[in-house]
Antibody
């Protein structure tokens, strides 16, 4: 079955960077895009960006441009999200999900989420 | 401020029917991009509920249905059950921003 398993919770200081990994299994990794979505405490879902596993193209939310990078490693079927220059308002649960862009399938499978806490 | 607008909350008694609206614009829903709906139970990851405007993944009860018209979409839930109490989000794609967009979410309370 399709699974997306994310790395564990992180606590970071303001200004630092964080990497979150998303290991996938149960499907042909190169055939699907990967998206990243975050959710601040008590808030709604915020799309961060996606990567096309077809051609490696990426697209990011405007408010995160320059601070976020999404990559994939097809040898390990793993996606990564790096967020730099962390601020307190980056404290959120970060999710990876299969799918992206204007696909008619939406985001069909999700990781369990990774809590990133930014605090001095 | 979300690009897609949802009511913050809706409620209904067990067995009743509720609808959740999702209003967009000519650059997203109105541009014929598909609308998808997600259910998020407390403390869990979102789960895809409806895709491609009105399609249910296997395992989703037929009490849940989606529709789309013009620049808006709706999620209908019939025969409300206590376990339907959750947050619901619509999602589409915006061509003017070239990004995926979510609604702000709607909290469903089963009275």
């Amino acid at each position: 079955q399709v699974q997306l398993v994310q790395s564990g919770a992180e606590v970071k200081k303001p200004g630092a960077s964080v990497w979150v990994s998303c290991k996938t299994s149960g499907y042909t990794f190169p055939s699907y895009d990967i998206s990243w979505v975050r959710q601040a405490p008590g808030q709604g879902l915020e799309w961060m960006g996606w990567i096309s596993n077809y051609n490696g193209n990426t697209n990011y939310a405007q408010n995160l441009q320059g601070r976020v990078t999404v990559t994939t490693d097809t040898s390990t079927n793993t996606a990564y999200m790096e967020l730099r220059s962390l601020r307190s308002d980056d404290t959120a649960v970060y999710y990876c999900a299969r799918g992206g862009g204007s696909t008619g399938q939406g985001l069909d499978y999700w990781g369990q989420g990774t809590l990133v806490t930014v605090s001095s | 401020q979300s690009v897609l607008t949802q009511p913050p909350s809706v409620s209904g008694a067990p067995g009743q029917r509720v609808t959740i609206s999702c209003t967009g614009s000519s650059s997203n829903i109105g541009a014929s991009y598909d609308v998808h709906w997600y259910q998020q139970l407390p403390g869990t990851a979102p789960k895809r509920l409806i895709y491609g405007n009105n399609n249910r993944p296997s395992g989703v009860p037929d009490r849940f249905s989606g529709s789309k018209s013009g620049t808006s979409a709706s999620l209908a839930i019939t025969g409300l059950q206590a376990e339907d109490e959750a947050d619901y989000y619509c999602q589409s794609y915006d061509s003017s921003l070239s990004v995926v967009v979510f609604g702000g979410g709607t909290k469903l309370t089963v009275l």
